[in-house]
């Protein structure tokens, strides 16, 4: 019979799911694929990691600087007490501790959050920094999931997790370009002028992105079989994202959100499948 604390575990990653679920029907589906001992602890690390993101993108209304400062504090306070009252926190902090993720790669995710605060207009330093924080280190969280306390093998996989999730940062800046820019007064890459984003600066971030996600096919391809479908069908739902882009003009990104419909999602991942099922992955 479970007891109350175990009752209460059991309802923070129900949360941290629930919060995946209402932010990214893209990625939750793609936990959908990961076998089910990956789902709760993917959760748990998508839960803390969007908790943080809305605290310096959304309210507005709020001392951010603040919020963020204690998210930071309840953060570890929750990994050294392996207990939050937050069930979030509560959620990820076992999942730290059971799969052994580093304090480097919390330290330098939060790290990211805090740039967001102050930076509005990044060189090149604080791109590449920028998405060391908030993309390459969540890959390697989840790798170390996926990984399962195999070392050796995370060690192999680190370089191809890191670039996946580059990948995904610099799709969703040229997919949000217009919010970013906007609303939020950021332009993440170095040396664009985005109200003048021309033709050329367009094709080479894409080229960029097209290289990174070749070299990360290739590490999604020596994942463990439990976790590669699910990771490979979060691959395909972005490279198609990118491909929509890549047909766009400058002028359309910089006017409208980007998105993938429902029914051409549904075709996505009944191919990939389909594909996976023919091992015909690749």
């Keep these: 019979m479970m007891?109350?604390?175990?009752?209460?575990?059991?309802t923070s990653f129900g949360i941290s799911k629930l919060i995946t679920r209402n932010y990214s029907t893209s990625f939750s589906l793609g936990i959908r694929f990961l076998a089910e001992r990956f789902r709760k602890p993917i959760y748990a690390i998508y839960g803390f990691v969007r908790v943080a993101d809305e605290i310096v993108d959304s309210f507005h209304d709020y001392n951010k600087k603040e919020l963020l400062e204690k998210f930071r504090a309840d953060t570890y306070y929750a990994i050294d007490n392996k207990i939050s009252t937050n069930p979030v926190l509560n959620a990820f902090q076992q999942?730290?501790?059971?799969?052994n993720i580093e304090r480097e790669l919390i330290?330098?995710?939060?790290?990211?959050?805090?740039?967001?605060?102050?930076?509005?207009?990044?060189d090149n330093d604080g791109y590449k920094s920028y998405i060391l924080g908030s993309a390459e280190v969540v890959g390697l969280m989840c790798l170390r999931v996926f990984t399962e306390n195999n070392f050796e093998l995370y060690e192999k996989l680190k370089p191809y997790a890191m670039k996946l999730g580059s990948a995904f940062q610099k799709i969703n800046f040229l997919r949000d370009v217009k919010n970013d820019f906007e609303n939020l007064g950021r332009t993440y890459f170095p040396d664009v002028n985005i109200k003048k984003l021309s033709s050329e600066e367009k094709l080479r971030i894409e080229k960029e992105i097209e290289q990174e996600f070749n070299d990360a096919l290739k590490g999604i391809l020596l994942l463990p079989p439990d976790a590669r479908f699910g990771v490979y069908v979060a691959y395909v739902y972005y490279?198609?994202?990118?491909?929509?882009?890549?047909?766009?003009?400058?002028?359309?990104i910089l006017s409208e959100r980007v998105r993938v419909p429902n029914s051409e999602k549904i075709l996505l991942f009944a191919g990939s499948l389909i594909r996976n099922r023919l091992n015909m992955i690749a």
């Design 95 to 99: 999942t730290v501790h059971q799969y």
């Design 239 to 252: 490279r198609s994202l990118l491909n929509k882009i890549k047909k766009l003009p400058p002028q359309k």
């Design 3 to 10: 007891n109350m604390k175990q009752l209460y575990d059991q």
């Design 107 to 122: 330290d330098t995710f939060l790290k990211s959050m805090e740039m967001d605060l102050y930076e509005k207009v990044y």
